[in-house]
T-cell receptor, first 111, second 112 residues
Framework: QKEVEQNSGPLSVPEGAIASLNCTYSDRGSQSFFWYRQYSGKSPELIMFIYSNGDKEDGRFTAQLNKASQYVSLLIRDSQPSDSATYLCAVTPDSNYQLIWGAGTKLIIKP | DADVTQTPRNRITKTGKRIMLECSQTKGHDRMYWYRQDPGLGLRLIYYSFDVKDINKGEISDGYSVSRQAQAKFSLSLESAIPNQTALYFC???????????FGPGTRLTVL
């Protein structure tokens, strides 16, 4: 069974520090990798996606993909209290437009 | 201006009742999805549709049915609701060659 694993947390990070969120996946043939943010009781919203090995930066966010080790991570620089949320990792195993979702990591940014 | 809307936003019903959750989108996307989310669990796919004539079962379709009335509308029905269908339900859309999905605001369903 294709799986996406995340540490449920909570991960507590001081304001202004770097938050590092990790995700591993089981299907070596996975094509696309997504990070979504979800505030409590709200819908997931896309932060960024990555397709190729290496780093992809967008503002304070950096996604890192290592297909050989089958993990994808999200770094949040200069963490703000508004970054406190659950972060969902999602993976497309076969580029068939279906996403396999991790259960999410709860991030708490402490002022 | 919500691109993906869901109605109702909250619903409390009783065991055995038939319930319909509706999703509409103004994004012009071909692909539409229904998910449920339970505390501590990831999003689980119930049904998905790539166009009006293409509807597919997802991971947890038992007890649910769907209707794609138009490109912009995708409804989820619970024929006879049971308490373990209490969850947060999300509709999502997608288009083009990417797998990116865009979510509606969700429907919180409670089955007593």
């Amino acid at each position: 069974q294709k799986e996406v694993e995340q540490n449920s947390g909570p991960l507590s990070v001081p304001e202004g520090a770097i938050a590092s969120l990790n995700c591993t996946y089981s299907d070596r043939g996975s094509q696309s990798f997504f990070w979504y943010r979800q505030y409590s009781g709200k819908s997931p919203e896309l932060i960024m996606f990555i397709y190729s090995n290496g780093d992809k930066e967008d503002g304070r966010f950096t996604a890192q993909l290592n297909k050989a080790s089958q993990y994808v991570s999200l770094l949040i620089r200069d963490s703000q209290p508004s970054d406190s949320a659950t972060y969902l990792c999602a993976v497309t195993p076969d580029s068939n437009y279906q996403l396999i979702w991790g259960a999410g990591t709860k991030l708490i940014i402490k002022p | 201006d919500a691109d993906v809307t869901q109605t109702p936003r909250n619903r409390i019903t009783k065991t055995g009742k038939r319930i319909m959750l509706e999703c509409s989108q103004t994004k012009g996307h071909d692909r539409m999805y229904w998910y449920r989310q339970d505390p501590g669990l990831g999003l689980r796919l119930i049904y998905y549709s790539f166009d009006v004539k293409d509807i597919n079962k997802g991971e947890i379709s038992d007890g649910y049915s769907v209707s794609r009335q138009a490109q912009a509308k995708f409804s989820l029905s619970l024929e006879s609701a049971i308490p373990n269908q209490t969850a947060l339900y999300f509709c999502a859309t997608g288009t083009g060659s990417t797998d990116t999905q865009y979510f509606g605001p969700g429907t919180r369903l409670t089955v007593l």
